[in-house]
């Protein structure tokens, strides 16, 4: 089985992050980045089906140089090999781009069984590029999995709802996207960080999947940012001083704001 | 503030990344429970030996990572400076497979080495006594051989033994002949070893997460193959691991000092008197001067003795320096880490009394600092 597993490389939500000032996007230059940790469930589900049977994990990310990393831990947790769609005009570019530049590849490595994605990013959370990835692909998308199985050709999915628990299957190849609750990812081991460094990756420019840039970037996005700030500090709370009356002042601040 | 490291390879480096993760992820979590339950960190360490964390400086053939002990140290300072007793029992479990490593004889090596290093086990090292601590050539504890030479009988009582009754395997030294030092052996005891029994643990001032016991052979008996080298060799491995164990020991200390200087730093910049941050008051900042001195002078020490020690150069008087500057400087350091915080400082809300109980201990195991100046007093005065 051949499985495709869509990784994003993201800021560190622990560092420091910020956007661009010259056009409002997501700065990915000047902050520690990471595989995106949602994505880490995708992967280790991709390596556990793999394991179990016959099969290969190919790691598939857009983005920049520096997301290469994201490839890189991937293929220390023990994915077989990686693919990397860098092209500077993909810059600033929205869900809808981003899907079709992660179809054409899909399509460009072939014969695919399965293509697994976390359920959002954690640094944009749309959620969106899963489904509109299996329409472009023509294949049925089943999303939120927190339980896969694939037997005969049917992946079998379980995803929770708030009142109902729904079992879907669809026939392969498919697409799943998978929660934080499906399984426990692994971290690398030296084994694992030392076999990376000989294993194969690809980099592949727009022409080399035959997208005409006017396609992508931030251009042809469909959205845009048009101006962010910072949150503003927190201020310092009011100290009420109870002198006989902290009840009542207590109420009157809350009666204020409307709480009481 | 993350301690600035010159890693010497890019998987060196990417070793380091992977600690951070792991400590960040999974022991960050649930060392302060742990600790105030005095629960084993099973779990952190089956994580650790999984991602091949537990037997780094061994070589790869038999299931280490072959890597240097400047690499090794600084993946057990990490560690310490998230969790000191995990990082006692990493570098306490090292120690354990050094004798057979160095002295032990290919088919053994072959024979045991695997399971060892595999991260799966955990091993035990058994040489302190009751009545022989810092005099190890003073040991009781003995082995027989038998008649027909097939096995050995061990009798005798270790003490202060980390993971006792948690290991996979005791690395036991036993008297062969009644010679001093030069009569000790090293075996190999297999946890399940008929006559094998620990008491209870000690009940200690710090480092919960590390349960010593007093390890009992009664008559315990293991075949002659389990002795590591030759008869009277013991007294030489426990010294030249020794040498070895106390880097680790200075590493782990270098990384509880540095737990302790960050957090101090922290509460320094956040905590206002006399209506500005006390980070401001030179007196103080000049005490966090101090504590980085301490650390990064620690930390450049056990370096020094580690990068000898990887170039094959004699480094046991560099070993002792080691552990007696970063094991004064983890007292320090975490005593006026406590300072900083006042009475903070000085409640279980904050992990600095802890540090500072745990940094004690550094001072007293794998030789006393008493001992380590007797070592570099010898060395320095020879000849
Ligand atoms: C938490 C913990 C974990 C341990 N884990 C292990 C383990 O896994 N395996 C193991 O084998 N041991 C272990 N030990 C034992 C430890 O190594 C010994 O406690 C240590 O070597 C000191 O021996 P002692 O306690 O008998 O002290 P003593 O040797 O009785 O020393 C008492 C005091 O006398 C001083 N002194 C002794 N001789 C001299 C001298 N010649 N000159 C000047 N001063 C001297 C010492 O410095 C010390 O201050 C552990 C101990 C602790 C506390």
Request: net charge negative; proline share 0%; hydrophobic share 35%.
């Given at each position: 089985m051949n499985i495709v597993v869509c990784v994003k490389y993201v800021p560190d939500a622990q560092a420091e992050r910020t956007f661009n000032a010259s056009d409002n996007t997501t700065d990915r230059e000047n902050v520690d980045g990471l595989l995106s940790e949602l994505d880490e469930y995708a992967v280790e589900e991709a390596l556990k089906l793999a394991e179990a049977g016959e099969g290969e994990v190919t790691v598939l990310t857009v983005g920049p140089d520096s997301a290469a990393d994201a490839i890189k831990k991937a293929l220390q947790m023990g994915a077989d090999k990686g693919v990397h769609v860098n092209d500077a005009a993909i810059h600033g570019s929205d869900a809808v781009a981003t899907s079709l530049v992660l179809a054409e590849a899909i399509k460009k490595i072939g014969s695919v069984d399965l293509v697994i994605t976390g359920m959002a990013s954690t640094d944009g959370t749309m959620g969106v590029v899963p489904a509109m990835l299996a329409e472009r692909l023509g294949l049925p998308a089943v999303t939120y999995a927190s339980e896969l199985t694939v037997d005969g050709g049917v992946a079998t999915i379980r995803r929770d709802g708030d009142a109902s628990t729904q079992t879907i299957t669809a026939t392969l190849p498919a697409l799943v996207s998978v929660t934080d609750q499906i399984n426990e990812p692994r971290y690398p081991s030296f084994k694992g960080i030392m076999a990376a460094k000989k294993k194969p990756v690809d980099t592949w420019s727009l022409a080399d999947l035959g997208v005409d840039a006017s396609q992508v970037g931030l251009d042809a996005a469909w959205t845009r940012v048009e101006s962010f700030a910072a949150r503003p500090p927190r201020s310092q709370g009011q100290i009420v001083t109870d002198e006989g009356d902290g009840g009542q002042k207590l109420a009157a601040f809350l009666s204020e704001r409307k709480f009481v | 503030m993350p301690a600035t490291r010159l890693m010497p390879t890019d998987e060196a480096a990417e070793l380091i990344e992977l600690t951070r993760e792991i400590c960040r992820k999974d022991l960050a979590p649930e060392v302060d429970g742990a600790e105030r339950d005095h629960t084993f960190p099973e779990k952190a360490f089956r994580t650790l030996g999984r991602a091949g964390l537990l037997s780094l400086p061994y070589p790869e053939e038999f299931?280490?990572?072959?890597?240097p002990y400047e690499v090794y140290l600084q993946v057990v300072e990490e560690i310490a400076s998230v969790w000191m007793s995990v990082a006692v029992g990493v570098s306490v479990h090292s120690l354990t497979a050094y004798p057979l490593v160095t002295f032990g004889s290919r088919a053994q090596q072959e024979a045991h080495l695997p399971g060892m290093l595999s991260g799966d086990q955990l091993g035990a090292y058994c040489l302190s006594e009751p009545l022989a601590g810092s005099d190890i050539a003073s040991m009781t504890t003995r082995a027989t051989r038998s008649d027909d030479g097939t096995t050995y009988s061990l009798k005798g009582t270790k003490a202060w033994i980390s993971h006792a009754g948690h290991a996979d395997y005791y690395t036991t030294f036993a008297r062969?002949?009644?010679?001093?030092?030069?009569g000790l052996s090293t075996f190999l005891v297999p946890a399940d070893a008929t006559g094998l029994s620990f008491a209870a643990p000690e009940r200690k001032?710090?480092?919960?997460?590390?349960p010593v016991a007093q390890v009992m052979f009664d008559g315990v008996t293991v075949d002659a193959d389990r002795l590591i080298g030759e008869e009277g060799q013991g007294m030489r491995m426990a010294l030249s691991a020794l040498d070895a164990g106390r880097l680790g020991i200075a590493a782990a200390a270098t990384g509880l000092a540095q737990a302790a200087l960050d957090a101090a730093a922290a509460y320094a910049k956040e905590r206002r008197q006399f209506g500005r941050?006390?980070?401001?008051?030179q007196g103080l900042a000049f005490l966090i001067a101090d504590m980085e001195a301490a650390v990064t002078s620690a930390r450049a020490t056990y370096l020094h003795a580690a990068r000898l020690k990887d170039a094959g150069r004699a480094f046991s008087k560099e070993a002792a320096v080691a552990k007696l500057v970063a094991t004064d400087a983890a007292m320090k350091v975490t005593t006026d880490a406590v300072q900083v915080l006042g009475g903070a400082g000085y409640t279980q809300d904050f992990p600095l009394e802890r540090y500072m109980r745990e940094a004690k201990v550094t001072q007293i195991f794998e030789g006393t600092n008493q001992i380590q100046r007797l070592v570099i007093s010898r060395q320095v005065l020879a000849g």
């Open positions: - | 299931g280490g990572a072959d890597q062969t002949a009644d010679t001093g030092g030069r001032m710090g480092l919960h997460c590390d941050a006390i980070a401001e008051f």
